[in-house]
């Protein structure tokens, strides 16, 4: 790395990171020079000129070759015009100025040939002032229009997409603004956040976030099979009481609301031939909302990996990530000041901890430790299990209940069984925390969500198989309104529950805690508990929303209402947070929870329904066929007689109906993905090299750093002269080793000047 | 979306749409909310760039950033002549970094500056203890402290010599996801 006789030269271009010091300019401080770095000393993977200084931040995320030279660059003190008069900053003189004004040149240079879109978004990126972004800005169009000049008359259709790149950033940008006004909820957001931070306020967003995918949902939904149908309604012959709020049916199942309410014909309304294919309709509309919601599930997923994926390798207890990550969004006073609180006390854990953390328990407390953990799964298992079986056994008998009891209210009780056991099981699991003691405290966070997810998930899965194999199979009339009836019952029952617990028990909570048990305190909002359960309702609404199309519109409202009540309570009846709750990996976890098992759940259940089940015979879009996809069958059959459309018959047959090819694109993915994992791997691998790296080169230069002293000292003792003037320069300043690279640095002045001098 | 308003031309308009993370109806808002801080000093007209600078006392008065233990230093880092003292420009780049739209690296070395209390372009000991004392306020001990900076050090200097360069700090909120949720003002 070092070549012997270039020692002293190479010693002293230490990395000095020159970021752009916006400090006064009169301070006595010793202001860095911006030393260019010999590009001998970086490390291999970075995709540095000579030139450019530090910060490979950019080549983590090497999306665009443009971004190569766009790290953070030296961000110049003045603007570019002024370089030139920069003397004043840089101890070099004019040979420093020009190498700014090189590296601004090569900045602009490397934004001409990008597209506007992507020039914005690297000017935007630059941690420069306003003024010398708009400076850079300003030159780069005039440069562009320079060079633009020449192929003016060669590319007017260059000039025609410029023009209409122009006019789609312009629309983009209305319609962001448009959307930002629209929005809902900001300045509450923004209270919620100043009061309880971000983790909070992460609930929050979730809920917000779902409640678009409703919204998309319902106004697809309703704009294709239920605004149809509406045009050609039946009488209603039911009469109307009010429990129908609650059970769903009498009076509603003959509307919109159900399956059973839907024509199987084909809506044609005046002479014009218009026609409008009722089972079509349903079964591509229904289609096409989940798969918006699949894609757009799996980007936010991909996205989420991609920003909050870490290493597990390089993974800290982490004291480091407490101190920089203070929660700018925290703005009340008080809020402030109880997080400041609870941040010490979380130090001094951690701190307690890291003393702790090599005392190595004995045999018998790990093996009571793990004979707890194995005791509670257990427990914790058979609890579920027994739970599902109490629901699949109160479903089947719930027809002979159901005929001995008139009442009609009798059918919401597997619904407030159902409900029952969401509230109370969660809880029971959150008390095991009393017997089990865990080594990481996001272990213990992770062990509760799993066995929630488990309970819920398998509670839903009890009834969907019960709806499939029992309702839909033995019974006479329309089981599809039947579960859609159900499915219903169970969200609403779900919402009741929700609203008294929040606003009778925690309020009953606060109540204990401030007067009776003053000891309690206020209870802290459980975040993982309050995600799982929208989970649980989107999960139901996805699975519903085949067999009762309005449901998206009955769980948008349920989301608005519970937006508010969850915010007032939290305003009323909790305190904030006082352990740090990963919120960036908590929502990761949770939408891919919701993509998976959720959203796969959903879709298998309706596949099966779809390519399995016998419509029922005399309601709904369907009726009368012997599976549901048959009405896909028949269209291409139709379409197959028309030559037009010949091609739709082509993708069908040959894309989607054909093994070979799902064979052949599944063959292609696997290759695609081993390849990037071994990619991966080999980078993990360069990381931990590079990582090793780093920590050699600093032993060598603090070992260098010593090695100068010492020469320092010795030439010290030969020429005492020469030496005596350069001390004033040296401030006394900070720890020794800032001293050493002061001393450094002017050791390179005296050493050019020495060997300048012999020459001399 | 017309352009109804005479705060700005239209050219200004443009160039801060594209020079910060904003879009031109924010942009204006936030205008009116640096109007609100100084209505004196601040006039209604900035087609002719006048140059006007909010002091810092009012700027640290802003709701958003009265309690911040780090108001001084941000004001510090953003504004012209590192007095805190700030501009137009100054107040839209502050808020433009610490919107949400700002990513990661850009927010990373900007919260590097702030932390970099003495602006030496490290962040050594002293700049920790100063960071952990803002942190705490008074809560732990001196030797607390001056533990944590240790630990501090340990885990995140990467070359070992004693203090955070960019490239360290940076390397160490690859590891903390929550940086970009946390480092973020919302106006």
């Given amino acids: ?760 | 979306m017309g352009n109804k308003q005479a705060v700005f031309t239209h050219e200004q308009l443009e160039a801060y749409q594209d020079c910060t993370f904003f879009t031109r109806k924010e942009i204006m808002r936030l205008f009116y909310r640096y109007q609100d801080l100084a209505p004196q000093l601040v006039p209604l007209d900035y087609t002719s760039c006048p140059d006007v600078k909010v002091p810092y006392e009012l700027i640290g008065s802003m709701p958003e950033l009265k309690d911040n233990p780090f108001r001084q230093r941000i004001a510090q880092v953003f504004s012209e002549d590192g007095d805190g003292h700030m501009t137009l420009d100054n107040f839209l780049d502050m808020f433009s970094v610490m919107s949400e739209m700002a990513p990661r690296d850009l927010k990373a070395y900007y919260a590097f500056k702030i932390y970099d209390f003495n602006n030496d372009d490290y962040i050594c000991a002293w700049d920790l203890e100063q960071t952990v004392t803002k942190l705490t306020r008074g809560e732990l001990s001196a030797e607390e402290v001056s533990l944590i900076c240790e630990k501090v050090l340990d885990e995140a200097d990467g070359d070992h010599d004693g203090r955070l360069s960019l490239e360290d700090f940076q390397n160490m909120i690859l590891r903390a996801p929550d940086f970009l949720s946390t480092f973020h003002i919302r106006i």
């Fill in chain 1, 1 to 760: 790395m070092l070549s012997g006789g270039q020692v002293n030269e190479i010693i002293v271009e230490v990395e000095h990171v020159p970021l752009g010091v916006q400090s006064r300019p009169s301070s006595s401080q010793i202001i860095p020079e911006k030393t260019p770095v010999n590009s001998n000393f970086i490390l291999v993977s970075s995709i540095s000129d000579s030139d450019v200084t530090h910060s490979q931040i950019f080549s983590n995320r090497n999306d665009q070759k443009g971004k190569q030279l766009l790290r953070f660059a030296t961000p110049s003190k003045e603007s570019f015009s002024q370089t030139l008069h920069n003397s004043e900053n840089t101890g070099l003189g004019t040979l420093h100025t020009s190498h700014e004004n090189i590296q601004g040149q090569k900045l602009i240079e490397s934004l001409i040939p990008m597209t506007s879109r992507d020039r914005i978004k690297a000017i935007r990126n630059q941690p420069r002032t306003m003024e010398e972004k708009r400076n850079l800005r300003k030159m780069v169009d005039r440069e562009k229009s320079k060079q633009s000049r020449r192929i003016l008359e060669l590319n007017c259709c260059a000039q025609c997409l410029n023009s209409i790149s122009l006019a789609y950033r312009r629309f983009k940008n209305n319609l962001s603004e448009l959307l930002d006004s629209i929005s809902l909820w900001q300045k509450t957001l923004k209270v919620i956040g100043g009061k309880f931070g971000t983790s909070v306020l992460s609930y929050f967003n979730f809920l917000r976030w779902l409640l678009k995918f409703n919204i998309f949902s319902f106004i697809v939904t309703f704009s294709f099979i239920i605004i149809p149908q509406l045009t050609v309604t039946q009488e209603n012959h039911l009469q109307f009481t009010g429990l129908e709020f609650l059970t769903g049916a009498g009076y509603f199942t003959n509307t919109v609301m159900y399956y059973g309410f839907y024509t199987n014909s084909t809506i044609r309304h005046g002479n014009s031939g218009a026609s409008y294919n009722m089972q079509l309709a349903y079964i591509f509309t229904i289609g096409g909302c989940l798969v918006v919601c699949f894609f757009s599930l799996l980007f936010s997923m991909a996205r989420y990996f991609r920003n909050n994926f870490i290493n597990p390798h390089i993974y800290s207890r982490g004291i480091a990530k407490l101190i920089f990550c203070w929660d700018f969004t925290v703005t009340h006073e008080s809020a402030v000041k109880l997080k400041q609180k609870n941040l010490s006390t979380e130090v001094r854990e951690n701190l307690s901890e890291i003393r702790q953390e090599n005392v190595k328990l004995t045999f018998n407390q790990r093996f009571i430790r793990f004979s707890a953990h194995v005791a509670a799964w257990v427990v914790s298992s058979g609890v579920a299990i027994a739970c599902c079986a109490a629901v699949y056994y109160l479903a089947e008998n719930n027809l002979q209940f159901l005929a001995n009891h008139s009442n009609p209210g009798a059918v919401l009780l597997l619904p407030f069984v159902v409900s029952c056991i969401n509230l109370v099981v969660p809880r029971f699991y959150s008390m095991f925390r009393l017997v089990e003691r865990y080594e990481m405290p996001r272990h213990e966070v992770y062990t509760l969500l799993i066995r929630n997810i488990f309970l819920k998930i398998s509670i839903i899965g009890i009834l969907c198989y019960y709806w499939l194999n029992i309702v839909a199979l033995n019974s006479e009339e329309c089981w599809e309104t039947l579960i859609g009836q159900e499915i219903y019952r169970l969200l609403l029952m779900d919402f009741l529950f929700s609203l008294a617990d929040s606003l009778l028990g925690e309020f009953l909570r606060r109540i204990i805690g401030m007067r009776l048990i003053k000891s309690l305190g206020l209870q802290e909002f459980d975040i993982a508990r309050n995600v799982l359960e929208l989970i649980y309702a989107q999960t139901l609404v996805w699975i519903g929303t085949f067999f009762c199309p309005l449901l998206p519109f009955i769980q948008m409202i349920t989301l608005f209402i519970m937006f508010y009540v969850k915010n007032i309570s939290l305003m009323m009846n909790f305190q904030p947070p006082s352990k740090a709750w990963r919120a960036s990996q908590m929502m990761t976890f949770f939408i891919f929870l919701l993509f998976f098992p959720s959203f796969t759940g959903v879709l298998c259940t309706l596949a099966i329904t779809i390519w399995r089940l016998k419509p029922s015979a005399d309601c709904g879009p369907f009726r009368g066929l012997h599976f549901f996809i048959e009405s896909i069958y028949s269209w291409i059959d139709t379409l197959n007689k028309r030559p037009s459309y010949l091609w739709v018959v082509w993708i069908y047959q040959n894309l989607i109906g054909s093994v070979h090819f799902f064979f052949i694109l599944t063959l292609i993915v696997l290759i695609i993905t081993y390849l990037y994992w071994q990619i991966t791997e080999g980078r993990k691998i360069m990381i931990r090299l590079l990582h090793e790296q780093i920590i050699n080169e600093g032993k060598d230069k603090m070992f260098l750093i010593d090695k100068l002293i010492k020469l320092q000292g010795m030439e010290k003792k030969a020429n005492p002269t020469l030496f005596t003037l350069e001390r004033r320069d040296l401030e006394p300043w900070g720890p020794l080793h800032v001293r050493q690279h002061d001393a450094a640095r002017d050791l390179r002045f005296r050493r050019s000047f020495q060997e300048d001098n012999p020459k001399a």
